[in-house]
Structures are given as structure tokens and as C-alpha cells.
């Protein structure tokens, strides 16, 4: 049984992709629900959570029918983790678009960012639109691209997680290692969401928010963790028999 | 692999199970009042506005299904392995989660209105007996029909991972999704509609929630009837479209080319954000003039 | 420290008091489990259930404690966060006196997990309150007991559907493959989130909070039984099912009573309480 470093080193940066992406999706937490801040109304952990496993879903069957068909090669590694984002980001828009359907033709507000003046992306005047006593509402153009870009990175992360757990044993048809890389790599996908999203307080607006300068504190905490969880993972795969 | 006339027909298919999946998956939160919204229901009466709205803080939506969903999956296997048909099987795991639902929203209901004793919250049992039902059914058939996709999936498409464990992803996806889109019609409007039209809630008024119907006081079952026009539907467009849309570009295309599909997908979704962002500016107009627009 | 600090009012358990229930009850719910070799049987499955139920009062406890601080996300993200730890320990501490790589007897598997879930939970609450600055003062000993539970928890269940800890030989075919290893998962994070989430609020005491863990536990170990049909025999799984459904019973009856004597009022039907009532 080897211990290959590569595999380690990549587990870890899909670790800290995934706590990457966190940052990037547009989440107002409970206020958002009732249209008093800016972005989709839920909770950071779980919209990454739901982009990312759908991705990982995606990633899954892509890998299961690259890998099962002959051997895996490089090119095949980025169709799967391209596939995997391609997941990630379809989940996160269509949610991201209804949701703004919904503030839009049933709260009966524009999106607005109560954070910047003016969109970076359209350079629309924001601050007048936002509506009294509030801190924004809806998903604007910004958050919305922002929020696209955090599903890449979350359905990469964890496709790359997924897909480097599954190649240790390499044995790609085998049911239990299916469902063993499967689960860790939710579990990784958990531990590294949760730590990113204590890591700006459990909402963001998106890459425009000024608590986006945090993020080399929850890279430095992700990649920690996932090394661990790598460490410990890959003899792990290594050993089922 | 399944030709691709057949796979398109199963591919529409779980677009259409995980549009009544969702649909029905948020109705059963605005039922029983869960997640976000819910924060509100739980402020009111300590702000001195008791109420009869159910509050069924189990967790948040996504781990909540997931937990449904893998329990489902897991006994409707169970079955399967028995040699069980599937229909009845998943039908069966199906009924098993209604239940499990069921009993944690009693635990949950009841558990935070006794920890909210000094605010003189009285449990109304007639209430909890009341909402079991619509959110048990609710929830049923979600279930059922996440459930069905997922093996629909599993067994046809080829999906790798086993039964149990898609059903528990794709459960997640569908509580994010519900507790992103359709709750919020729940939260900003319906909790709400003693404010005016138009705008978000004014932090001041939190807690302030609507407690009375047109006759008698409001519940649940007010609640969903309001969101059934509206909040519903779209989650059920979200979460069908986010199943449907994923499969799809892999069942028609292959490779690359489903990668690009898929971006492509990506893309018309941002301009299609853009033209109501638009609109909406348009429509609604600032709320402020431009000279005496500087604070926020 | 408002109403989460062990609720001396109520007569609460102090903190070790339960640590030792845990750590000692999950533990030995695990070990028992080997009687099913020792009488080549599988009667004794149910007792990795029974395990798992001293686990989630263990980590529903350290959840209500180091939820008393606001963390900024809620309460289900640290039982998620709690269980992808756990979930990654228990398996290489099961799996790694069987891969040979180190010289260590099978028999001590869990004990490994459990160590090196501490470990893990030691590390991320170092890393929330030393490079994420979140300040909570009991952050990284709540993280180790809450990874902790959470790895006996993932233990005790996996025993008791498989019928025996051995990795490869029970629990990679009867969890793994099967993927009942998701209702696992989830089954003990909900569990363990769940009970302190239900009962938020000023007037929370800690038996009540309790009373909820271990019904709930016990309705995972009913699905864990059931899901156990397909690994051991009928007997055994019908076993786990009825005595899950019997501690169920009794414990929902014990949060009923606790309801009814601790809330403001639990009536049968009624207006809203009058302006007067609310002075």
C-alpha cells in the first residue's frame, strides 16, 4: 500500500477549493428570507452543500462511465471535474433565478446590495433602491455572477476529492469504494463549508463583499483540515480489500 | 447504456417526479413553518404577539430531507432486496419518512414553545394534531417522489452511487433549494402581509407577523394556502429544473459537449437575471430620489 | 451563561458526568457486539444501537453547550461539521489493525477511532477559534466531544446493522456497499443536532433536551434495525427494532409529561392570550 503524496496534495486543494467557494455564494441568511439583506435566504453550509453534492452526483456518473470504459487519463480527470462544476453551477443558478423570480414578482422588490454603491458588473446606482430599514434584497447581477463562480469552485473541490479517492484503489465498478469515496467526500465537502462559513459569520454578499478579504484565513483553516482528512482518508482507500 | 429515446423519456420523467417533489417539499415547510421564515414565528411571541402558527424547528430544510430521504431509501431497499416491487417498496420507505417527519415535528413544535414559557406561549394541542397530517402528507410526497427520481437514476440511468445514498444527496439539494426559493415567499409576504407591498421587511418590525385570518386566527394551513399560489410552484420548477437540466445535457450530449451544454445552460440563466433585475428597476423604481439617496 | 450551562434548577447533569456515560456506554455498546462472535450469533447486534444512544446524549449535550454561543450559522452546521469528522475517523481507525500496515490487534479499532475523531475535532476548533478567530471558549473542547460522539455514534450503528465491527468482513459488505452508510451518516447527525435545535429558547432544561436525544436515537436504531434485515438474521434485526421502539416509547412519553409540566400552558384548544395575561 503506497501513500502517494500527489493524491494527498490534491485531496487538500479540493479541501480548500470547496471552503473557497463558500465565499463566493451569495447567502443572507435568515434576514434574506424576509427580504432584509441582500442574497439567496438560506444558510451558507447548506446552498454549498446542496451546489456541491449535486455536482458531486454529476462527477460521479461521468467518472463511473469514463472510468468503467477503459483507463483514466488526464483529459478524462478534467472532463470529470468539469462535469462536476457544470453540476454545481446549474443547481446554484436555477436556485439563484427562481429565488430572484420570486423577490422580484411576489416580495415586489428590485435586487439590490446594500454593500456597494454601484454594481461592479452593470454599474446600476444600488443604495436608492434599497428599501427602508433593511440591508438589501434580491440577488443582484454582482452577486449573482459571484454566486456562479462559487459553484464552479465547489463542484470542482469536491469532484476533485471524489475523483482522487476513487482512483486510489482504482477500482472503479466496485460498489463499496463507490459509496466509501462518495461519503467522504460529503464529509470532507461538510467540514470544509462549515468552517468557511464561520469564517465570514454565515452570510456574504459575494466577491464584492468587504468580508471577501477574509478568505486567506478560511484557505489557510481548510487546507489544515483537509490534509488531515487526506491523511487519514487515503489508507483508508487504500485498504479496502 | 440505455438508448437515448428511452433515456430522454427517463430523463423528462424525473424532471417531472422532482417538480411535484419540490413543489410539495416546500408547501410542507410553509405547513409547519420551518427553517428561515421561522425565526419569525419563534420572535413573535417574545415580542408579545403569541400566535397559533405551527413551529417546527427540526433543523434546516436540507439536512431534514436528506434524513428523510435516506430513510426512505434505505427501508424501500431494504424491501427491494426482499424482493419487494418497487413501487410498493419505495412507497413503503416513503411512509417511513412521512412518520419520521412526523414525530420530530412534534419534538420540535412542542420543545420550543415550552422553552418559551416566560413569554406565555401556550401549546395548543388541537394545533399540533391539526398540522400532522398536511405535513406528513406533504412530506410523503416528497419523499416519494425524490425517492423515485433517485432510483430511477440508480437503476436505469446507471448512476454508481447506491440507492440510500443518492436519495440522501439529492434530498440535500432539495432542501436547499426549498428553503433558497420558496420560503421566501412565506418569509417577505405571507408572515407579513400587515406591512406594505413592495418593499423588504423593516427590521423593526420583526416578530410583527400576521396572526389573524380571514376569520378566526391564522395557521398553518392559511399559510400554505397563500404559498400553494406561488412559492410552491416555483420550487417545483427549481428543483425539476436543476434535475431535468443536469441529465439532460449528459443523456443528449456526451463529453465535452455536455459540459458545454451545460454552460451554456449557466449563461442564459444569468441574462435571463439580468432582464428581471431590469425589469424590476424599471417597474418598481427607487425608493429614494437620487439627491437624498446617499444613505443606505 | 444563560439556560445551557447544565440547568441546576432542573438538577441537571454536570458536564463529565455525561462525558462518562458517552465515552464508557458507546464504547461498551461497541464491545458488546463481539458477543455475537463469541456465541456465533447475532442476537447481540442490538446492544451497537443501544451504544449509539449513550453517544447522541453525549454529543446532544456538548451541541447545547457550545450553542449557547452565537456561532453565526446555526446549530445544524456544527452536527454536520461533527459527523464528516466523524464519519472519516471511524472508518480508518476500523480499517487500519486490518490493512497491517501498523501492528495493532483488531480488537482495538474503535478505540482508535474514537481517538483519532478527538484528534480531528481537537484540530478544527483550533483551527475556528486561533485562525478564524471566533473566540468561543469552550469551542475546541466542544469540538472534540461533539467529533467524538459523533464517531460512536457512526460506530454503534454501523455494529448494529452489520453485526459486528469487523470492517471488510461486516461492515464494508452490509453499510458500505449498500449505502446504508448515508442513513448513518445523517441518522446521527440529525440526532445529535436535532434535540438541542427543537428545544431552543430561554426556558430550555436540560432533562427535557435529553428526553428528545434519546427518543430520537432510539428511532435511528429502529431504522438501523431494520436496515440490519438484509446483513443479519430476522431475529436479530426484529430484536433491534423492538427494543429501539421501546425505549422510543417510553422516552417521548418522559418529553410529553416534561412538556406538560413545563410549559406556560398546554391546552386543548383556545384564543390567543389576552392582553391582560400577557402583562
Known amino acids: 500500500m503506497i501513500i502517494d503524496p500527489i493524491t494527498i496534495a490534491l485531496i487538500t486543494l479540493g479541501g480548500a477549493l470547496i471552503g473557497l467557494g463558500v465565499h463566493f455564494i451569495p447567502v443572507g441568511g435568515a434576514p434574506a428570507a424576509m427580504a432584509q439583506a441582500t442574497g439567496v435566504g438560506t444558510g451558507t453550509v447548506q446552498l454549498a452543500a446542496g451546489a456541491g453534492l449535486t455536482g458531486l452526483i454529476s462527477a460521479g456518473y461521468m467518472y463511473n462511465f469514463l472510468a468503467t470504459s477503459g483507463s483514466f487519463t488526464t483529459s478524462d480527470l478534467i472532463l470529470v471535474l468539469a462535469s462536476g462544476a457544470v453540476g454545481a453551477m446549474i443547481m446554484i443558478t436555477v436556485t439563484m433565478f427562481i429565488g430572484q423570480l420570486v423577490y422580484v414578482y411576489c416580495v415586489g422588490v428590485p435586487p439590490v446590495s446594500a454593500k456597494v454603491d454601484k454594481d461592479p458588473i452593470t454599474g446600476d446606482i444600488q443604495d436608492i433602491y434599497v428599501s427602508q430599514g433593511t440591508e438589501g434584497h434580491g440577488v443582484p447581477t454582482v452577486s449573482f455572477v459571484s454566486g456562479t463562480i462559487g459553484g464552479l469552485f465547489g463542484g470542482v473541490g469536491g469532484s476533485l476529492v471524489y475523483v482522487q479517492l476513487m482512483e486510489i484503489g482504482n477500482t472503479p465498478a466496485d460498489p463499496a469504494v463507490v459509496a466509501l469515496a462518495g461519503i467522504f467526500a460529503t464529509g470532507v465537502f461538510y467540514v470544509n463549508a462549515v468552517l468557511a462559513s464561520y469564517n465570514i459569520g454565515g452570510t456574504i454578499e459575494g466577491f464584492h463583499d468587504p468580508k471577501f478579504k477574509r478568505v486567506p484565513k478560511a484557505i489557510i483553516s481548510c487546507l489544515i483540515a483537509s490534509l488531515i482528512c487526506a491523511i487519514i482518508a487515503v489508507p483508508i482507500m487504500g485498504g479496502v480489500s | ?296 | 451563561m444563560s439556560t445551557a450551562a447544565g440547568g441546576p434548577a432542573t438538577g441537571g447533569l454536570p458536564p463529565n458526568t455525561i462525558i462518562a456515560i458517552g465515552v464508557i456506554g458507546g464504547l461498551a455498546g461497541i464491545y458488546l457486539t463481539m458477543l455475537n462472535q463469541t456465541f456465533n450469533t447475532t442476537i447481540f447486534s442490538v446492544m451497537g444501537g443501544i451504544g449509539s444512544i449513550f453517544a447522541v446524549v453525549w454529543g446532544a449535550d456538548a451541541v447545547r453547550r457550545v450553542c449557547s454561543y452565537g456561532l453565526g450559522t446555526g446549530v445544524p452546521s456544527i452536527g454536520m461539521v461533527a459527523l464528516g469528522m466523524g464519519v472519516v475517523a471511524a472508518i480508518f481507525g476500523l480499517i487500519i489493525p486490518e490493512t497491517g500496515i501498523l501492528p495493532i490487534p483488531a480488537i482495538l479499532g474503535p478505540v482508535i477511532s474514537f481517538i483519532v475523531a478527538a484528534l480531528v475535532g481537537l484540530i478544527i476548533g483550533l483551527l475556528s477559534n486561533k485562525v478564524l478567530n471566533m473566540n468561543i471558549p469552550i469551542m475546541e473542547k466542544s469540538m472534540i466531544e461533539i467529533a467524538g460522539a459523533g464517531c460512536l455514534v457512526m460506530m454503534g450503528l454501523s455494529a448494529s446493522i452489520a453485526g459486528s465491527f469487523a470492517f471488510n468482513d461486516a461492515i464494508l459488505p452490509s453499510v458500505v456497499s449498500t449505502g446504508y452508510i448515508a442513513i448513518v451518516f445523517i441518522g446521527g447527525a440529525m440526532t445529535i443536532l436535532h434535540p438541542f435545535n427543537a428545544n431552543l429558547g430561554p426556558d430550555e432544561t436540560q432533562f427535557r433536551t435529553l428526553y428528545v436525544a434519546i427518543e430520537k436515537a432510539a428511532l435511528t436504531m429502529v431504522i438501523a434495525g431494520f436496515a440490519s434485515l438484509t446483513a443479519i438474521d430476522a431475529v436479530s434485526a426484529a430484536l433491534t427494532v423492538l427494543v429501539g421502539l421501546a425505549i422510543f416509547l417510553v422516552y417521548f412519553d418522559k418529553f410529553m409529561k416534561s412538556v406538560h409540566r413545563e410549559a406556560y400552558k398546554v391546552v386543548g384548544t383556545g384564543l390567543l392570550p389576552s392582553a391582560e395575561e400577557l402583562e
Open chain 2, 1 to 296: 447504456m440505455i438508448d437515448p429515446i428511452t433515456g430522454l423519456g427517463l430523463v423528462a420523467l424525473m424532471g417531472a417526479l422532482a417538480t411535484i417533489a419540490g413543489a410539495a417539499e416546500d408547501l410542507e415547510s410553509d405547513v409547519g413553518s420551518q427553517s428561515n421564515p421561522n425565526s419569525q414565528v419563534q420572535l413573535a411571541a417574545q415580542m408579545d404577539f403569541p400566535h397559533r402558527i405551527f413551529n417546527k424547528a427540526i433543523s434546516g430544510e436540507p439536512p431534514a430531507y436528506g434524513l428523510w430521504c435516506a430513510a426512505g431509501a434505505t427501508v424501500a431497499s431494504v424491501l427491494l432486496a426482499q424482493n419487494m416491487s418497487v413501487i410498493f417498496a419505495i412507497a413503503i420507505g416513503s411512509f417511513v419518512g412521512a412518520i419520521l417527519l412526523g414525530l420530530y415535528s412534534v419534538t420540535a413544535h412542542m420543545g420550543r414553545t415550552t422553552s418559551q414559557k416566560r413569554f406565555k406561549q401556550p401549546i395548543y394541542m388541537d394545533m399540533v394534531i391539526g398540522h400532522l397530517p398536511p405535513i406528513m402528507g406533504h412530506g410523503y410526497i416528497a419523499v416519494f417522489c425524490i425517492v423515485s427520481f433517485s432510483y430511477i437514476m440508480d437503476h436505469m440511468l446507471g448512476h454508481p452511487f447506491p440507492l440510500p445514498l443518492l436519495a440522501f444527496l439529492w434530498g440535500i439539494t432539495a432542501g436547499a433549494i426549498g428553503s433558497s426559493t420558496g420560503d421566501v415567499h412565506y418569509g417577505a409576504e405571507r408572515e407579513f402581509q400587515n406591512q406594505p407591498f413592495g418593499s423588504g421587511l423593516n427590521a423593526a418590525q420583526s416578530g410583527n407577523i400576521v396572526r389573524k385570518a380571514e376569520s378566526g386566527l391564522r395557521n398553518g394551513m392559511d399559510n400554505v394556502w397563500a404559498c400553494a399560489k406561488f412559492g410552491g410552484p416555483v420550487t417545483g420548477l427549481a428543483l425539476g429544473f436543476t434535475v431535468f437540466f443536469d441529465n439532460w445535457r449528459s443523456t443528449v450530449f456526451s463529453g465535452m459537449n455536455a459540459v458545454i451544454a451545460g454552460l451554456i445552460i449557466v449563461l442564459i440563466l444569468i441574462l435571463a437575471n439580468r432582464l428581471v433585475e431590469v425589469q424590476a428597476r424599471k417597474a418598481y423604481g427607487p425608493y429614494k430620489d437620487e439627491e437624498g439617496g446617499t444613505e443606505a
